[in-house]
């Protein structure tokens, strides 16, 4: 019930396209949906994060649409870009567990000149 | 802009070792945390550290695992006898509040191989 299950697991995609992401959990005690990007040898770095009172929410090309009755959240990246590539891992966590995250497994996302 | 730095960025050593994964977290930040990265695998979270004491940790961290700030700036993780699986990418992050919407700053990470 603490999972959170991501999908797809590597995506390809031509720049200029869109990049969707999917993730879904189990626990309606989460209430905090962060997504994370990660470069080789680097750490995980905040991208975006959505709470469950909204249905999406948008910074730049990056979007998150929310489904709080579907138990899913998605990520979309909007004319992606070569230096986009990266792995993707979406999170939740609960309120009383602050910076405990629960991450999906990644999405590893190479996007194509 | 400020940063979680970790070292060493690589560390080998034989099971049966003990080894100590250090962190620096930003200056202003007041909760700590250690993350552990197999390769190839999701990020999972062990511990979580507050108020010079353990706030939560998860089934992974168990009696080998213990953490520690010895000082009001380093923040560090040891494993007392280190095992084949304990070989991953351990992340150290840290954030100004607990709150649920106050961001996660991560380190690059420390990729400790055991053999």
């Known amino acids: 019930q603490q999972q959170v299950k991501q999908s797809p697991q590597s995506l390809i995609v031509q720049k200029g396209g869109i990049s969707i992401i999917n993730c879904a959990y189990e626990?309606?005690?989460?209430?905090?949906f962060p997504w994370y990007q990660q470069f080789p040898g680097k750490g995980p770095a905040l991208l975006i994060a959505?709470?469950?009172?909204?249905s999406e929410k948008k910074e730049g090309r990056f979007t998150i649409s929310f489904n709080k009755s579907a138990k899913q959240f998605s990520l979309h990246i909007m004319d992606s870009q070569p230096g986009d590539s990266a792995t993707y891992f979406c999170a939740a966590s609960m309120n009383n567990q602050g910076g405990k995250l629960i991450f999906g497994q990644g999405t590893e996302l190479s996007v194509k000149p | 802009e400020p940063e979680v730095t970790q070292t060493p960025s690589h560390q080998v050593t034989q099971m049966g070792q003990e080894v100590i994964l250090r962190c620096v977290p930003i200056s202003n930040h007041l909760y700590f945390y250690w993350y552990r990265q197999i390769l190839g695998q999701k990020v999972e979270f062990l511990v979580s550290?507050?108020?010079?004491?353990?706030?939560?940790k998860s089934e992974i961290f168990d009696d080998q695992f213990s953490v520690e700030r010895p000082d009001g700036s380093n923040f560090t993780l040891k494993i007392r006898s280190t095992k084949l699986e304990d070989s991953a990418m351990y992340f150290c992050?840290?954030?100004?509040?607990?709150?649920?919407?106050?961001?996660?700053?991560f380190g690059n990470g420390t990729r400790l191989t055991v053999t």
């Open positions: 992050a840290s954030t100004k509040r607990g709150q649920i919407n106050s961001p996660l700053h």
């Open positions: 959505i709470r469950p009172d909204v």
């Open positions: 626990n309606t005690a989460f209430d905090y």
């Open positions: 550290f507050y108020n010079n004491e353990i706030s939560e």
